[in-house]
């Protein structure tokens, strides 16, 4: 009887942390999609929204891709330390892979801001101006 009731709680408490969990995730993936404030704050025409929407998908995609293929070289790489001879050469060929593809992600962000200040208008520029110095300041940098 008793091992019963403490398998019964241990499945009640499985099912609550999932909804928890679950519950956790979708606030996190709404908070992940919606347009950030200081977006909104730049007060944005038709035009603007429609062609930052469309390099926003188009770099979203770009970004994904470039994420899965590092996170299989990084898979491969870790193939490759276990071996008992792991190959030296074979390893630093794995590891330029990486490093030529997280600097082409950062490129396309890098490309993404300047793009988006092309569309701007001096008033909006200077509002995001305000706002990267606010970041920074607020988060700090890495220089």
């Known amino acids: 009887m008793f091992k019963i ?3 019964f709680l241990l499945i009640l ?4 942390m999932q909804n928890t969990y679950a519950s956790e995730r979708s606030s996190r993936h709404k908070q992940k999609h919606q347009q950030p404030n200081w977006i909104k ?4 025409d038709k035009k603007q929204i429609k062609f930052i929407k469309t390099r926003r998908t188009y770099e979203k995609e770009k970004i994904r ?3 899965g293929s590092i996170k299989s070289y990084k898979k491969d790489l870790r193939v490759e330390l276990a071996k008992p001879n792991a190959d030296d050469k074979k390893i630093n060929s794995i590891m330029t ?6 600097k082409s992600a950062l490129k396309s962000r890098v490309n993404s801001i300047k793009n988006l200040k092309k569309i701007l208008k001096p008033e909006q520029k200077k509002k995001m101006k305000k706002h ?3 970041y920074k300041e607020t988060y700090g940098s890495n220089d």
């Open 5 to 7: 009731k403490n398998y």
């Open 65 to 67: 891709k470039i994420r």
């Open 41 to 44: 704050n730049l007060d944005l």
């Open 13 to 16: 408490l499985l099912l609550t």
């Open 97 to 102: 892979e990486i490093s030529v593809l997280k």
């Open 132 to 134: 990267l110095i606010l």
